[in-house]
């Protein structure tokens, strides 16, 4: 069963950066068909995807973040990292890194996305 | 850029349906999938393909998509589902998630 587990400070200065890790188990990061991605949720808020990553290195991010954010893979430790610099109060959130399908299927013009599991989440805060 | 718009709050009696409606433009054009996230926990993926539901999500639990709206029904509901429901689609490959839904179950 794949399980994912967020680990990271808990708190970070405004206009640092904050710095993620995702250690995955029960599978492998390199697998096919397969994106990682990010999202966070700030107190009492709902969900905000901030991006995703594939095996081979291909990524996309939320618009919004895109200036500030990077995800990067570790395939040899089977895990995966996010950056988000240059970070303000209003980056205080949890957050939750998940598995996420991308597919095509054939014959629809339509691509199957979902994420599927969710880490257990991290919450950050930012602070001085 | 492209929105998802959920009632923030649906109420329901138990052993009654609830329906939680996700709005977008052609929504029923792309995939919808959907979330429940229980307090203090991570969501948990309940719809994926607008009506499949995943391996150990209950038969009470399902999902249409068409036109510009898509809906998540629970039929039979029980105090259990009492939680926030998250409806997600993909758009010009962006993640977009609805703003959320809370579940009362009264």
């Known amino acids: 069963q794949l399980q994912l587990q967020e680990s990271g400070p808990g708190l970070v200065k405004p206009s640092e950066t904050l710095s993620l890790t995702c250690s995955v188990s029960?599978?492998?990061?390199?697998?096919?068909?397969?994106?990682w991605g990010w999202i966070r949720q700030p107190p009492g808020k709902g969900l905000e995807w901030i991006g995703s990553m594939y095996y081979s290195g291909s990524t996309y991010y939320n618009p919004v973040l895109k200036s500030r954010v990077t995800i990067s893979l570790d395939t040899s430790k089977n895990q995966f990292s996010l950056k988000l610099s240059s970070v303000t109060a209003t980056d205080t959130a949890m957050y939750y890194c998940?598995?996420?399908?991308?597919?095509?299927?054939?014959?629809?013009?339509?691509?199957?996305?979902?994420?599927?599991?969710w880490g257990q989440g991290t919450l950050v805060t930012v602070s001085s | 850029s492209y929105e998802l718009t959920q009632p923030p709050s649906v109420s329901v009696s138990p052993g009654q349906t609830a329906s939680i409606t996700c709005a977008g433009d052609?929504?029923?054009?792309?995939?919808a999938c959907w979330y429940q996230q229980k307090a203090g926990q991570s969501p948990v993926l309940v719809i994926n393909?607008?009506?499949k539901r995943p391996s150990g999500i209950p038969e009470r639990f399902s999902g249409s998509n068409s036109g510009n709206t898509a809906t998540l029904t629970i039929t039979g509901t029980q105090a259990m589902d009492e939680a926030d429901y998250y409806c997600?689609?993909?758009?010009?490959?962006?993640?977009?998630f609805g703003g959320g839904t809370k579940l009362t179950v009264l």
């Open positions: 998940a598995r996420q399908v991308v597919v095509l299927p054939a014959g629809s013009p339509k691509p199957l996305n979902w994420f599927d599991p």
């Open positions: 393909q607008d009506y």
């Open positions: 029960g599978g492998s990061i390199s697998s096919g068909s397969y994106y």
């Open positions: 997600q689609a993909w758009d010009s490959s962006t993640v977009v």
């Open positions: 052609k929504l029923g054009d792309k995939y």
